[in-house]
């Protein structure tokens, strides 16, 4: 079995392993995102994948959806090379229920994955293709609060974004450097609606986003990047809109233990057979075995997208709830 669309034809494999497959066609799904995105997400590690690409999954099997969602990094670029490309932008979501079952179930949602690289310029064109699209309604986020700052503590621009005020649209390095060079090739096109949707566990998170945009449009405007209009554009909330969320969620790091069981044993690692050796705990009565090991610094928050090095501090709290999108009114998602 392999967590690829060729591989999820070996149907009889997976309904062996107890795994439950998308009732919808994930390359079909995906080449319909391609063509014509609707839903864009920024921050597309774990919190993204499993809680709101579930829900996102849930739409699509039940007919309110018939695309996927188009996904953008704008810091990690390895979790697209090494997390999405190699699958075919599945995932493998596993949740544990509270009698100690597990569900383990396949998602095709993911339609595409990008890199938000502007010194990339394949990537750059397809990514203002994307925001160009007449028929994308959202953008939505999971990039922690930091991802929306612009200045330290001491109230300085950050040098990257120092840089992405200087350099202008088209050499942005930033998060809200890139989302608001998206808006101005949008601008361009067409002038065409969107809602922007933080769902990171901020206070008013929608202010802080819509804040960080519109300060970044007005530095460009003053430094003759873009025109005055282009500030107008941004500033109208009948036409780009910044709901505010209430967000509470946690997708804790893949287990070691749940790893093993989904690997066949000839070809686990040697780390997985030692987690394998040092199961320990009492048996879930009724349940499917035992309860996996609580992993180390659970209940303290969670390193972002579970990557090493991220920039970004342990966090817990992250997604609630995600609405099914409409044609586009004033804070609508």
Not at 24 to 41: G, N
Not at 195 to 205: H, I, K, P, Q
Not at 214 to 237: C, I, N, Q
Not at 259 to 283: I, K, S, W, Y
Request: hydrophobic share 35%.
């Amino acid at each position: 079995m392999k967590l690829t669309c060729e591989g999820l034809r070996d149907v009889q494999a997976w309904e062996k392993a107890g795994v439950l497959l998308p009732p919808y066609d994930p390359k079909a799904l995906s080449e319909r995102t391609r063509q014509h995105p609707l839903w864009v997400h920024f921050g597309i590690g774990n919190i993204f994948r499993i809680f709101i690409g579930s829900i996102a999954d849930q739409l699509v099997r039940e007919g309110a959806m018939d695309r996927g969602v188009t996904c953008v990094e704008t810091f990690d670029y390895d979790v697209v090379d090494k997390i999405y490309t190699p699958f075919d932008n599945l995932v493998m979501a596993v949740t544990l229920n509270g009698d100690g079952t597990r569900e383990k179930r396949v998602l095709g949602i993911l339609g595409e994955a990008v890199k938000a690289q502007s010194a990339d310029p394949a990537s750059w064109v397809r990514l203002k293709e994307i925001f160009t699209d007449p028929g994308l309604q959202m953008v939505s986020f999971t990039i922690t609060e930091k991802g929306y700052a612009l200045r330290n503590p001491d109230g300085v621009y950050f040098g990257y974004v120092q840089a992405d005020m200087d350099n202008g649209p088209e050499k942005v390095t930033g998060a809200m450097g890139v989302v608001t060079a998206m808006l101005y090739a949008r601008y361009k096109a067409g002038k065409y609606p969107l809602t922007l949707v933080s769902m990171d566990n901020v206070a008013r998170n929608g202010e802080k986003l819509r804040a960080s945009v519109l300060e970044t449009a007005r530095v460009w405007a003053e430094k003759g990047h873009v025109p005055a209009e282009f500030v107008d554009y941004v500033s109208d909330e009948k036409v780009v809109a910044f709901p505010w969320t209430m967000i509470d969620k946690i997708t804790p790091r893949p287990s070691e233990d749940i790893a093993a069981d989904l690997m066949p044993r000839d070809h686990l690692p040697p780390h997985l057979h030692r987690a394998l050796r040092q199961r320990r705990g009492p048996a879930v009565p009724g349940g499917g075995g035992q309860l996996p090991q609580r992993p180390p610094g659970a209940g303290e928050g969670r390193g972002v997208h579970g990557r090493p090095g991220d920039r970004q501090p342990l966090r817990a709290h992250e997604g609630h709830r995600l609405f099914k999108p409409h044609p586009h009114r004033p804070g609508a998602v």
